[in-house]
């Protein structure tokens, strides 16, 4: 809900037959799993081509509230964290992206 609420201000009206919470879990789905724009069209119940729009309004927005997040260090600083040995091979580095993914698994809840 906190993505869903600091992110609507940013939207564009959403239309009845695609209201915004269902886009975000459109656009999570594509980011996610890499669906076809026909796949979550069908899902969803609209045509291929609102989906893809909705993607592009999403990302969008995602791309403004996150711009800050992402810093790039100088040169002289990315290459103070490799050894000498490191330099010689990674003389342009400028970033170490890690996508480590961590599964997290909640105890389920006894009726």
Not at 6 to 23: D, H, V
Not at 49 to 62: D, G, I, P, Q, Y
């Amino acid at each position: 809900m906190l993505i869903l609420s600091t992110l609507t201000p940013l939207m564009p009206a959403a239309r009845k037959s695609f209201p915004t919470g269902a886009q975000l879990l459109m656009f999570l789905m594509k980011l996610r799993h890499n669906m076809s724009f026909q796949d979550l069209a069908y899902r969803f119940e609209v045509s291929p081509r609102t989906t893809s729009r909705a993607f592009r309004v999403w990302l969008t927005a995602m791309t403004q509230l996150c711009r800050g997040l992402i810093v790039f260090p100088s040169p002289e600083v990315a290459q103070s964290w490799l050894t000498l040995k490191e330099q010689k091979h990674f003389s342009k580095l400028r970033a170490v992206i890690d996508c480590t993914e961590v599964s997290v698994s909640r105890q389920g809840y006894a009726a």
